[in-house]
């Protein structure tokens, strides 16, 4: 029964769309699994000192994953994989896991004895409280997870190498219910240890998964060892710079959760509840149509076709821009129906929703500029330039915990907070100081998409004039989409504290629902190409017509989930 599972879950994937569809499924199961442990926290603990403690936890562990996991990156193992033969892959899949077992290993250790003192210096409040042991203690405890997930990433390679795409694709899957499991059964047995030790079962799961198939295939019948040390060292040379702008992600989050720690107890939490939200539709959207379009990238760039390149980047840009910029729309109008709705019980009380609903507006309007970051990124890696990335995102880090820090000042001016507190619904809501590193994260975000875009079009040429006219169809239908679906909420009427689950969500629902359709209609008034063609795309695979075979895709890894995420 099992090894049949495992064969019905080993398919080739062909096609852009049908790829670009795997790719979504799987982020959008993974999302929603994703929200249901968010709902679980937010019920049992709400906004609270616990679940800042929680989520500070992760702040070394991920870093350390985001930065050892890129050295051993499916992006780079794959290509010297497909160049060796089988006996070669095995003693070369030996090498690897040996190289960064010993390494993660050895990098875990040290921040485990380091904990302490790096726990003091990122969240003094925290850390000064009665909860200092507790956050030393899971912190430590999650220091497992990069060691797990790091093998977890060797492993996909391989997956991925026998195309077993969808097999890797639940491997989130299993890692949230890790979590989950940990909240509902961990929990009421050893505390808050309980919440960490689900996370450890996750990434156990999330590498296990793929044990079986991958053995089956005859790697691991020995103990490995390290048979090829150059090419341990040539691997990790070539991930350097990738590892290190992946590393910039983590250090965002990290200064953003810092400067969080300083505020109302529960702002962490608020920040990234919010940000869990947004990245539903960013890894659905932004990072599925970027993962799906390297392998084109890279092939065009080989054959020396520079146009070909710009046409499927700019491709992709217009469809991320597409789905983006409706999908922002209905967020923003819809946030406290969406917030109420899968966060919204339990200890998770009205104000609560209030900051996180204006938090995940303020996250939203940026959406489409993260989406563009993933995708040109994933241009410049095709055409190994894989440093401009990295300046990029380093000088976004810098300035999204200066600009936060910065906007926490000026907030404490009266005029401003009771500005941003009007503009944003919130002005009678305690702890709204936290909206400002929202803002803060969006600001940079855009302005990085800005700069990386010019600089594209500077290095490439022709990307603006490609996109331009869907960038403008996309804004005129998110507006219009915006519009129809506050309009729809007017009728139906608004919610209150008073408001049931049931009715909240008939509600959102409705202004949903309408919202779609006048967006819709908007891009088939305007002629719009990529409405068109995803019609027409929807229509051949119900008449059975076949898609025309490309390159093997390269499921995202998850160090890079992690990179762009404030919790794995």
């Not at 875009?453 to 998110?478: D, K, M, N, P, T």
């Not at 219009?480 to 909240?504: D, E, M, Q």
Request: hydrophobic fraction near 55%; glycine fraction near 8%.
């Amino acid at each position: 029964m099992i090894h049949r599972a495992f064969r019905l879950l080993s398919y080739e994937v062909r096609g852009l769309h049908a790829a670009v569809y795997v790719l979504a499924a799987s982020a959008l199961l993974s999302s929603l699994l994703a929200l249901v442990r968010d709902r679980l926290l937010a019920h049992t603990f709400g906004a609270s000192t616990t679940l800042d403690l929680y989520y500070a936890a992760f702040r070394i562990p991920d870093l350390i994953f985001v930065g050892t996991g890129a050295l051993v990156s499916v992006y780079i193992l794959i290509p010297e994989l497909v160049r060796r033969s089988s006996d070669a892959q095995r003693d070369y899949i030996d090498t690897i896991l040996v190289g960064f077992s010993v390494f993660a290993i050895c990098v875990s250790g040290i921040a485990t004895l380091l904990a302490p003192l790096i726990l003091a210096l990122l969240f003094p409040i925290l850390s000064a409280g009665s909860h200092h042991d507790e956050l030393i203690l899971m912190t430590r405890i999650i220091l497992l997870q990069p060691i797990l997930l790091g093998v977890s990433n060797i492993l996909a390679a391989v997956t991925q190498t026998k195309q077993r795409y969808a097999l890797y694709s639940i491997s989130p899957l299993l890692y949230n219910l890790g979590m989950i499991i940990g909240v509902i059964f961990f929990y009421p047995f050893f505390g808050i240890q309980g919440l960490a030790w689900g996370v450890v079962f996750g990434a156990l799961m999330h590498a296990g998964i793929q044990l079986p198939s991958i053995i089956g295939d005859g790697f691991f019948r020995a103990l490995p060892r390290v048979h090829d040390v150059r090419a341990l060292i040539e691997t990790v040379s070539i991930s350097i710079p990738r590892a290190l702008a992946l590393l910039m992600g983590q250090v965002t989050f990290i200064g953003l959760t810092a400067l969080a720690g300083l505020l109302t107890p529960g702002s962490i939490a608020i920040f990234i509840f919010a940000y869990n939200l947004q990245a539903v539709p960013l890894s659905v959207i932004g990072a599925s149509y970027s993962v799906a379009a390297f392998p084109t990238l890279a092939a065009a760039l080989a054959r020396g076709s520079r146009k070909e390149f710009i046409e499927h980047i700019a491709t992709a840009a217009r469809y991320v821009f597409f789905w983006s910029l409706p999908v922002t729309a209905l967020f923003i109008v819809l946030r406290a129906h969406m917030v109420r709705v899968v966060l919204g019980s339990g200890a998770f009380d009205w104000t609560d929703t209030r900051l996180t609903a204006a938090a995940l507006a303020v996250l939203c309007l940026s959406l489409s500029a993260q989406g563009l970051v993933l995708l040109l990124v994933r241009g410049y890696y095709a055409a190994g330039r894989t440093f401009v990335p990295f300046f990029v995102s380093s000088a976004m880090a810098a300035g999204a915990v200066g600009l936060g820090a910065l906007l926490l000042g000026v907030f404490q001016n009266h005029s401003v907070s009771s500005f941003a507190q009007t503009l944003l619904r919130v002005s009678d809501v305690p702890g709204a100081s936290v909206l400002m590193l929202a803002i803060a994260y969006t600001a940079v975000s855009i302005l990085g998409a800005l700069a990386l875009a010019i600089h594209f079009e500077y290095r490439f040429g022709g990307f603006f004039a490609r996109v331009a006219r869907s960038w403008a169809e996309s804004l005129v239908c998110a507006l219009c989409a915006g519009v129809a679906a506050y309009g729809a909420l007017l009728v139906v009427g608004p919610i209150t504290f008073a408001s049931t689950t049931l009715s909240i969500f008939a509600r959102g629902f409705a202004g949903g629902v309408f919202g779609i359709i006048v967006s819709a209609l908007v891009y088939w008034i305007a002629g719009n190409r990529e409405f068109k063609e995803t019609v027409e795309s929807i229509r051949s695979r119900f008449e059975g017509v076949k898609a025309p075979p490309t390159p093997s895709v390269a499921v995202v890894s998850a160090e890079e989930s992690t990179s762009t995420s404030p919790q794995g």
